[in-house]
């Protein structure tokens, strides 16, 4: 059994993740093929990535930093050692 530490609820099953991506810059302002290369694309790479994971059972959101190569994940955190602000996000009828 491969046991993934959530750090929220501590050691689990890695059942009950879900891959949520590689963690990577977002564009600020960009074509909606810019965009779609953001969401739907990653870069792939054989080593140490930092990545999306969600505890299903909690919905809690956390990075982990897995090799890819031996599938070993190296360490899972909370985003807040991260990401010190919120991003707001402003739609283009408002700016009008």
């Known amino acids: 059994m491969k046991v993934m530490h959530c750090p929220l ?3 689990r099953n890695i059942s009950e993740f ?3 991506g590689e963690l ?5 302002a960009c074509s909606d093929r810019e965009w779609a290369g953001y969401v739907f694309y990653s870069d792939n790479t054989a080593g140490v990535v930092t990545e999306w994971w969600m505890h299903a059972a909690s919905s809690y959101w956390f990075l982990a930093e897995r090799h890819t190569v031996t599938d070993d994940i190296l360490r899972t955190f909370d985003p807040q050692e991260i990401f010190r602000e919120r991003v707001e996000f402003s739609t283009q009828e408002a700016d009008a």
């Open 9 to 11: 609820n501590g050691p």
């Open 18 to 20: 879900i891959y949520g």
């Open 24 to 28: 990577k810059p977002m564009p600020d």
